[in-house]
């Protein structure tokens, strides 16, 4: 997928909001295992333990699972072949904060073709 997509951060409690656009980008293999090594033994057998997202009857079934893996990998665990991560590549990155009287911040930052960033403010 080619296509930007806006993602938003918003803290209620601080009168803040971060929205950001950007492509979502595959890891590189090496680069999950790098990550993967630094990850507590525990999460990594989860992580083969669990098919994420499927329904299961109870969570004895995910414990059942993980003391499986402990026992086929008595010492590293290895990375699982559906396992890894996406980086996102932000393209825009907007700061809202609130203010009174509706007279709020926003700043709008865009990649510049150069690679560096292009700051301007935006009306609320």
Not at 22 to 32: I, K, L, P, Q
Request: hydrophobic share 35%; glycine share 4%.
């Amino acid at each position: 997928m080619n296509r930007a997509l806006p993602c938003l951060f918003y803290w209620s409690s601080l009168r803040r909001q971060v929205t950001f656009e950007g492509r979502a980008v595959r890891v590189s293999t090496a680069e999950s295992e790098e990550y993967w090594k630094t990850r507590p033994r525990g999460s990594q057998l989860a992580a083969w333990a669990s098919t994420q997202s499927a329904e299961i009857a109870d969570k004895a079934v995910l414990e059942e699972a993980v003391e499986k893996y402990n026992q086929q990998f008595p010492d590293d665990v290895p990375l699982p072949p559906n396992w890894g991560g996406y980086r996102v590549e932000p393209q825009r990155v907007e700061f809202f904060i609130s203010q009174q009287d509706r007279l709020h911040d926003r700043f709008l930052y865009a990649r510049a073709a150069h690679g560096g960033w292009h700051m301007t403010r935006l009306s609320p």
